[in-house]
């Protein structure tokens, strides 16, 4: 005699919904897997060599010492080839151009202590003035015609370019290879110091 509870289960086995997963027909094979890339930095020399992004320890890039309660930075730096530049023949634009379309991005984040950021903040106050200082010493050149305030302008010109170079960016990739960048711009007491050795990808490969 037939099992009734048994038709039933069929019955509820038969009312069931499975969801199938969704695939998408255009992605790659690997779209979905996991890619994990060594993320971190190693000490070659007086340079940094890194994969984006990568986040220092909280010391100082400068003077090597605990960056708390200093000011932390969250930077895009990019590197450019050398060999864009000769397009300068050609037109700055060209530069420009070229520049935008193959230039690579690293994200970094990194310290200063209140020491070194107190320099810093008193290095953009200079170049702000200087530049207003230009600003009015061009205006006074016009109106008065004056050579000698046109001669004082180029100076002023000068310091400020120098200025914005040195308030720039605290770290400068000097190579892209497959990924990897090297960075220079920290100093040595920040490369010497011990947290940052522990920190480095050379260190985990030792353990």
Not at 9 to 19: K, L, N, V
Not at 46 to 75: M, Q, W, Y
Not at 118 to 133: N, P
Not at 175 to 195: C, M, N, W, Y
Request: charged share 15%; proline share 7%.
């Amino acid at each position: 005699m037939p099992d009734p509870s048994a038709k039933t289960s069929d019955a509820m086995a038969s009312d069931e919904t499975y969801i199938v997963p969704e695939i998408n027909p255009f992605a790659s094979p690997t779209a979905d897997a996991a890619v994990v890339d060594e993320s971190g930095y190693r000490i070659q020399g007086n340079k940094l060599e890194v994969r984006t992004p990568v986040k220092l320890p909280p010391i100082c890039i400068h003077c090597g010492d605990d960056a708390h309660p200093g000011r932390s930075f969250a930077r895009t730096i990019y590197y450019t080839p050398p060999w864009i530049f000769l397009l300068l023949l050609a037109g700055p634009i060209f530069v420009v151009i070229g520049s935008m379309l193959v230039r690579k991005p690293v994200k970094i984040d990194y310290a200063l202590c209140p020491g070194c950021n107190g320099r810093r903040k008193q290095k953009i106050a200079f170049v702000s003035l200087v530049w207003l200082a230009l600003l009015g010493c061009l205006v006074g050149a016009i109106a008065w015609e004056s050579a000698v305030l046109g001669g004082v302008c180029f100076l002023l010109f000068l310091t400020g370019i120098v200025g914005l170079i040195l308030c720039g960016e605290h770290f400068k990739a000097t190579r892209h290879t497959d990924g990897v960048f090297q960075l220079s711009g920290a100093k040595a007491s920040f490369l010497e110091h011990p947290i940052v050795h522990r920190n480095s990808l050379d260190y985990v490969d030792a353990l």
